[in-house]
């Protein structure tokens, strides 16, 4: 098959999961992506979701009034950006890692999220509130586990609260802080 009838394919495939239930089923992870409406814009290669857009990537679930989902040359999702007002969490039974701001971006190549303006954090251990932080700029690395904020970043940890223009938390496996 060639490039042009597999990209068709693939498109089809996903308007016809789209228009039963409006889900779309990726091929990056396990990206699962659910709205009411959806749109795509062949020229840019984008993909619009609209009302209720909730994903879910591995552990990770973001929610959001609309998203748009860039597609790249491979055909494979590689940015899904959140605006609106979004909210993300990751569980991983232990931990829970939640994430608001204006925007978030979900790089699925880069394994990457970004939270922008008025970006807030809270990072619990065992359902106990140890870390809040926040800030107009938040990214965390999921490869390096690193998690920086810059600009205006209020930090509570534990029974210190602590006030700078830049800050980086490293975060174990399992979601625990590094002390």
């Known amino acids: 098959m060639n490039k042009l009838k597999k990209t068709s394919f693939i498109l089809i495939l996903s308007v016809t999961v789209l228009a039963c239930g409006h889900l779309i089923k990726t091929f990056a992870s396990d990206l ?39 597609i ?33 971006r979900l790089s699925l190549l880069e394994n990457k999220l970004q939270a922008e303006g008025n970006a807030f954090t809270s990072i619990k251990e065992k359902k106990k509130l140890v870390v809040t932080i926040k800030a107009d700029y938040q990214e965390f690395d999921k490869t390096s586990s690193i998690m920086t904020a810059k600009g205006n970043v209020i930090i509570n940890y534990k029974e210190v609260e602590t006030l700078s223009d830049k800050a980086k938390i490293f975060v174990k496996e399992n979601g625990d802080l590094k002390e």
């Open 72 to 104: 790249g040359k491979d055909n494979k999702p590689e940015e899904a950006i959140f605006i609106d007002g979004a909210y993300a969490i990751k569980d991983n039974g232990i931990s829970q890692n939640e994430i608001k701001a204006n925007i978030i």
């Open 32 to 70: 699962l992506i659910q709205a009411n409406k959806q749109s795509h814009d062949g020229q840019t290669n984008i993909t619009t979701f609209e009302g209720a857009v909730k994903v879910n990537l591995d552990d990770i679930t973001v929610k959001s009034p609309k998203a748009a989902v860039r």
